[in-house]
């Protein structure tokens, strides 16, 4: 029951975290939103690929 909702979450906690590490290392505010928007795109395709069997 909390695997998707696991699978959303984490997925924007890594990509997010990986663009506000990109966005401090670059001085740069637009790969934070970017990376968190492209981790829940990515955790959303892995939950639907592994829960839709």
Known sequence: MW?????LLAGMA???????LLDRWLDVSAFFPIGTVLG?????Y????????
Not at 3 to 7: A, C, G, L, R, T
Not at 14 to 20: A, E, N, S
Not at 40 to 44: C, M, Q
């Open 14 to 20: 890594v990509y997010g975290g990986i663009g506000w």
């Open 40 to 44: 829940l795109i990515l955790a959303g």
């Open 3 to 7: 695997s998707i909702p696991s699978y």
């Open 46 to 53: 892995l939950a639907y690929r592994k829960f839709s069997r």
